[in-house]
C-alpha cells in the first residue's frame, strides 16, 4: 500500500533551536496536511498543503509542498517548550476521502 | 468550539468480547472516520463512512470490525471478538467535506 516516510523520528533540541520534519512518498499526492500531537493527545489539524511548491505560514510554523508535490516540511523557528510533541504528516492520495497515510511521526522534545 | 466526542475514554475487555466505541461527530460534518493507533506508534486508518456507507477501509478492518450509525448523531466502531493486538487508542473523526479531519480525543482499548 502507499506509504509515506518521515524523518526525523526524534528530534531534541535547546529552546530557541529551529526544528525541521519533513515527508516523502514515492508517488504524487493529492494533498497533505500536518496534525501536531501533544503526549497523550490527540492528533491536532495545523494544516493542509495543497498546490505544487505551496508554502504557508502560521507564526513560527513554516509549511512547504514540494514542487513535485511527493514531498513536504515543517519548519518551526525558534522552538518554544509548548511546541513538544510528536508532529505527524498524513497524505492522502487521488480520489480518496479521508483516508489519510499517516508517516511515522517526528517526537519533538525542547529543553528549556 | 465543535468537537468530536467519544466514549468510553478507557475501556478494558477480555480477549473474545465484544466492544463498541462510540463516537459523536461534529454535528454538520457528512464524513465519519475510524483510525487506531497502537502505543508509540503511527495513526493508521480503519475506516471511512459516508452518505450511510462505507466509503473505504483498509486491510486493518477486517471482518471483526463493523461501523454504524444507528441514529442522526452516533457513529459507532464494534470489534466482535477482540484480540490482544487490538489493543490500541481508537480515534473517531469528522470532516465537512472530506479535506480537513477533526479527530476526538480517542477511547484507549486494553484487550487483556
Known amino acids: 500500500g502507499q506509504q509515506v516516510m518521515q524523518i526525523p523520528q526524534y528530534q531534541h533540541v535547546q529552546e530557541g533551536e529551529d526544528f525541521t520534519t519533513y515527508c516523502n512518498s514515492s508517488t504524487t499526492l493529492s494533498n497533505i496536511q500536518w496534525y501536531k500531537q501533544r503526549p497523550g493527545g490527540h492528533p491536532v489539524f495545523l494544516i493542509q498543503?495543497?498546490?505544487?511548491?505551496e508554502v504557508k505560514k502560521q507564526k513560527r510554523l513554516t509549511f512547504q509542498f514540494g514542487e513535485a508535490k511527493k514531498n513536504s516540511s515543517l519548519h518551526i523557528t525558534a522552538t518554544q517548550t509548548t511546541d513538544v510533541g510528536t508532529y505527524f504528516c498524513a497524505a492522502s492520495y487521488g480520489g480518496s476521502q479521508g483516508n489519510l497515510i499517516f508517516g511515522k511521526g517526528t517526537k519533538l522534545s525542547v529543553k528549556p | 468550539e465543535p468537537e468530536v466526542t467519544q466514549t468510553p475514554s478507557h475501556q478494558v475487555t477480555q480477549m473474545g468480547q465484544e466492544v463498541i466505541l462510540r463516537c459523536v461527530p461534529i454535528?454538520?460534518?457528512?464524513?465519519f472516520y475510524w483510525y487506531r493507533q497502537i502505543l508509540g506508534q503511527k495513526v493508521e486508518f480503519l475506516v471511512s463512512?459516508?452518505?450511510?456507507?462505507?466509503?473505504?477501509k483498509s486491510e486493518i478492518f477486517d471482518d471483526q470490525f463493523s461501523v454504524e450509525r444507528p441514529d442522526g448523531s452516533n457513529f459507532t466502531l464494534k470489534i466482535r471478538s477482540t484480540k490482544l493486538e487490538d489493543s490500541a487508542m481508537y480515534f473517531c473523526?469528522?470532516?465537512?467535506?472530506?479535506?480537513?479531519?477533526?479527530f476526538g480525543e480517542g477511547s484507549w482499548l486494553t484487550v487483556v
Open positions: 498543503l495543497v498546490k505544487s511548491g
Open positions: 463512512f459516508y452518505n450511510n456507507e462505507i466509503s473505504e
Open positions: 473523526a469528522s470532516s465537512e467535506a472530506g479535506n480537513t479531519i477533526y
Open positions: 454535528s454538520n460534518h457528512l464524513y
